[in-house]
């Protein structure tokens, strides 16, 4: 299916499930497993079941409407309980946006969750300070929400979301459009590779796990998943355009009691003539990960963010 069709097809079934008032938070991969296993949650009775908890349904449980745009868009698949989606749909301050189906075990899943609340959360706050923004990026883009965020609230801004996932640039063009946003570029690109020139506002919240699978959606890269987060506070301080800004949502394995990636990231960004700040925002994310033998030194996952300007 080409994005033209993906927008037209999904964005209908996204406005029909709006209209009977679907809300969904998505939780970690952890909370669904256990929330999926308890008794008589293996058959969804609710819109939120089959689109959200990513349960088969009987057809009964489909609005006509609901049904008839969830065949269109080809994401309501026959299933011996009923009906399964392979893609589910989250609500964030009124915006419904489309990601893969749990679980994510896919190469090419389109990641959202906790973080993504965290990311858009922070990314919102720097934006009602009032920075002045005529060209942003979002890289690894995944479903679109910090480019939609950016391009809401400077609409009149070039914002550019890039991923080498095509499965996230089409969600990212589904979700734009589904939000009404017309300032959103979804750009396929290994980082920067494929997009020129500088930028007001760089944000990213990029893998930063130990993946064995090396799966582009959760896999980080380097010793504790922090390979792609310094690969991009390395860029920002080659591509930020002056007053620009690199908003850096991101993980940081923390071993005994000490924090590398801090202790790289910070004096990378200010050899790169750079004014930064480091703020942990929760001390402790996937702990269910510290069981693997990439963390089996590690104390916890922190979720920080890094803030970096050029002045």
Do not use: K
Request: hydrophobic letters at 45%.
């Amino acid at each position: 299916m080409h994005v033209g069709d993906d927008v037209v097809s999904l964005g209908a079934l996204g406005r029909a499930l709006l209209a009977h008032g679907y809300v969904f938070s998505t939780v970690t991969p952890a909370t669904h497993r256990r929330v999926n296993a308890r008794p008589g949650n293996q058959i969804a009775s609710t819109l939120a079941g089959v689109f959200g908890w990513s349960r088969p349904a009987p057809a009964s449980v489909f609005p006509t409407d609901v049904f008839i745009a969830g065949q269109a868009a080809g994401v309501l698949i026959p299933h011996h309980s009923g009906w399964l989606s392979t893609v589910r749909a989250a609500t964030l301050n009124g915006t419904l946006l489309f990601h893969s189906a749990y679980p994510t075990s896919e190469a090419d899943a389109v990641f959202f969750g906790p973080d993504t609340y965290r990311f858009v959360s922070a990314l919102s706050a720097h934006l009602l300070r009032g920075q002045r923004v005529d060209r942003a990026v979002d890289i690894g883009c995944g479903a679109g929400p910090g480019a939609i965020v950016i391009a809401s609230a400077r609409p009149r801004a070039e914002v550019i979301g890039v991923d080498i996932n095509d499965a996230a640039l089409r969600l990212t063009a589904v979700n734009a459009a589904l939000a009404g946003i017309t300032n959103v570029q979804a750009v396929r690109s290994d980082l920067l590779s494929a997009v020129d020139g500088t930028f007001d506002l760089i944000v990213a919240n990029p893998p930063y796990l130990v993946d064995p699978e090396e799966r582009t959606y959760r896999h980080g890269g380097g010793g504790l998943g922090e390979g792609l987060s310094l690969a991009i506070a390395e860029l920002a301080c080659r591509r930020l355009a002056q007053g620009g800004t690199l908003l850096l949502y991101t993980g940081a394995a923390v071993v005994d009691g000490g924090d590398g990636f801090r202790g790289a990231v910070m004096p990378l960004l200010e050899a790169g003539g750079l004014e930064a700040s480091y703020e942990e925002l929760d001390p402790d994310v996937f702990g269910e990960e510290l069981a693997e033998p990439a963390y089996s030194s590690a104390d916890r996952i922190a979720a920080v963010l890094v803030t970096a300007t050029r002045p």
